[in-house]
């Protein structure tokens, strides 16, 4: 017994050495394994977190492109065509990097695969700040051109603003002008009224015997049997005699009035409502304006200046009563004389 005992002893003793050995080699493999696994995932870890780092940055800078052109949007519609790009470009990234942060990647193969993935956001990267730079001159120009348009706005509001002022002083001055015109007129007015009611006076005394001769209003009345037979424009013996005294209170009449005056003395023939078809006279339109000239003819020859001289006719159309007894057409068939203003 105690020999088997001692045998058996000896077998353990020489056993148990090797277990040990192969449990503490066993025990470093699975160290090792252990370890070169951390080892992958660390490295995984750190290129997930410099994908993040730079997407963040893509963000921001995306972030600021966006605000610029977001200024720039209601004159561009090409600006926000590019927004919408790069914004569509973000979510692909971003969508790229959801799935790439649910991997668990492990190995050559699928450590190769991240840095393809990485490669290939580089390059995106580079696009878009590429695309960035391009928006950003773009908004510049942008921003340029709109300040040109501002100052040239600024430029034709002052030029507006200066032709306004010119516009109302030319309107201040024309009213001036207006007003002073006025009353120089006025004040003639008021002068050949009181030279008019002298050379009418004059008449009055110098015809004040003829009952044919009246004044009506402003007007001084010759029938037309004390100046001319009957459908005739030739003055009578009697007619030059009233035109002889007409003529000499004329003249003296143009030496009284200022010259600053500028006066004339109508002549206006009329006629019954009679009408008249001879040769010399188809009516009484000519027979009217013929009486009215031969009156300013002779008016000349005994010195009236013919600048001072109007003659017109009016036919039958302004008659002074209406009616057709023998005493009305009579008193219709008239000259009238007027001293007016130019």
Request: proline share 3%; no cysteine; glycine share 6%.
């Amino acid at each position: 017994m105690a020999g088997r005992r001692t045998r058996r002893g000896g077998e353990y003793s020489e056993f148990w050495p090797g277990f040990v050995d192969v449990l503490s080699t066993l025990l470093l493999v699975v160290i090792f394994l252990m370890s070169i696994f951390m080892l992958a995932q660390y490295f995984a870890t750190q290129e997930a977190s410099g994908k993040d780092t730079a997407l963040k940055r893509l963000t921001r800078q995306i972030s600021e492109l966006t605000n610029l052109l977001a200024l720039e949007k209601g004159k561009t519609n090409s600006a926000e065509d590019e927004l919408a790009a790069l914004q569509a470009t973000l979510s692909t990234l971003r969508d790229e990097n959801t799935k790439l942060s649910g991997l668990a990647l492990s190995g050559d193969e699928e450590s190769k695969t991240v840095q393809s993935r990485i490669s290939s956001l580089a390059a995106d990267l580079k696009n878009q700040a590429d695309i960035s730079s391009e928006a950003l001159a773009k908004v510049d120009l942008l921003n340029q051109q709109l300040i040109s348009l501002r100052r040239q706005i600024a430029a034709l509001n002052d030029a507006l603003e200066v032709s306004e002022q010119k516009d109302r002083e030319s309107q201040t001055r024309i009213k001036n002008l207006g007003a002073r015109l006025n009353a120089a007129l006025a004040r003639q007015v008021q002068e050949l009224q009181r030279y008019r009611s002298d050379f009418f006076g004059r008449l009055r005394e110098l015809l004040k015997n003829r009952k044919d001769i009246r004044v009506v209003g402003d007007r001084f009345v010759f029938e037309s049997e004390v100046l001319f037979p009957s459908g005739s424009s030739d003055l009578t013996p009697e007619g030059l005699s009233a035109m002889d005294q007409l003529a000499s209170a004329i003249v003296e009449l143009e030496r009284q009035i200022p010259k600053e005056i500028n006066w004339a003395l109508q002549v206006d023939g009329h006629t019954d409502i009679r009408p008249i078809a001879s040769p010399t006279f188809p009516s009484n339109w000519e027979l009217s304006t013929a009486r009215a000239i031969s009156v300013v003819r002779y008016l000349i020859t005994r010195g009236v200046p013919p600048k001072r001289l109007v003659a017109a006719g009016y036919g039958e159309f302004q008659p002074l009563e209406q009616g057709n007894t023998e005493d009305i057409l009579r008193r219709n068939r008239r000259i009238e004389l007027k001293l007016t203003n130019r």
